[in-house]
């Protein structure tokens, strides 16, 4: 069966270090989409792609990066974490007529 | 700005009890409309989605949602509640024809046995 995979599911990092979240989709969905999650917040998008080598800003980018070499993945890198980017990752995938295919998600702590 | 307001933070209802969430959008245009649900720890599960056509839909897990233009409303029901139900309910919306999702910031449902 088709899926997206997050990975890792949980992870810890020092302020300042650059952190890397793995996104991989098997259902060949041309977009993919990085949301956080907080409390109060709901989901904002971070970033986007609607195909390979196409990348796109979202509301809250800032410290963000992406890069889409294939269709299946869609890493995001934050540069230099910070606190502030403690939060639960959201990797998405899309096909309009369907809607949105969540991944499991990954809880990032920043300390 | 396009927006998606779901005015209830966290309800709470009896098992059994009929259920009705609301959701509320500001967009230009009619955009498509979601209802997800995330159970704690877990990523979100579509529930149902609204195009176009019959304004009443049908989900999965016994749901449904009613699209009124009039009132820029979308909200989800289900006519009996059971104990499984209790998670966190989010509204979405995107312009039509666009993919990307602009979501309410959801309501918790608890249920009381």
């Known amino acids: 069966d088709a899926e997206i995979t997050q990975s890792p599911r949980h992870k810890i990092t020092e302020t300042g270090r650059q952190v890397t979240l793995a996104c991989h989709q098997t259902?060949?969905?041309?977009?993919m989409f990085w949301y956080r999650q907080d409390l109060g917040h709901g989901l904002r998008l971070i970033h986007y792609?609607?195909?390979?080598?196409?990348?796109n800003k979202g509301e809250v980018s800032d410290g963000y990066s992406v890069s889409r070499s294939n269709t299946e993945d869609l890493p995001l890198t934050l540069e230099s974490a910070a606190s502030s980017q403690t939060s639960v990752y959201f990797c998405?995938?899309?096909?309009?007529?369907?809607?949105?295919?969540f991944g499991s998600g990954t809880r990032l702590t920043v300390v | 700005a396009q927006s998606v307001t779901q005015p209830d933070i966290h309800i709470t209802v009896s098992e059994g009890a009929s259920l009705e969430l609301r959701c509320n959008y500001s967009?230009?245009?009619?955009?498509?409309l979601f209802w997800y649900v995330q159970s704690p720890g877990q990523g979100l599960q579509l529930l149902l989605k609204?195009?176009?056509?019959?304004?009443l839909v049908q989900g999965i897990k016994g749901f449904e949602a009613e699209f009124k233009r009039s009132q820029s409303s979308f909200n989800l029901r289900k006519p009996s509640v059971h104990w499984s139900d209790a998670a966190e309910y989010f509204c979405?919306?995107?312009?039509?024809?666009?993919?990307?999702?602009?979501f309410g910031k959801g309501t918790k449902l608890s249920v009381i046995p």
């Open positions: 967009y230009g245009a009619t955009p498509y």
């Open positions: 259902w060949n969905h041309n977009n």
């Open positions: 998405a995938s899309s096909d309009l007529d369907y809607g949105y295919t």
């Open positions: 792609s609607y195909g390979v080598h196409d990348t």
């Open positions: 609204y195009f176009s056509g019959d304004t």
């Open positions: 979405a919306a995107s312009g039509a024809g666009s993919y990307q999702l602009t």
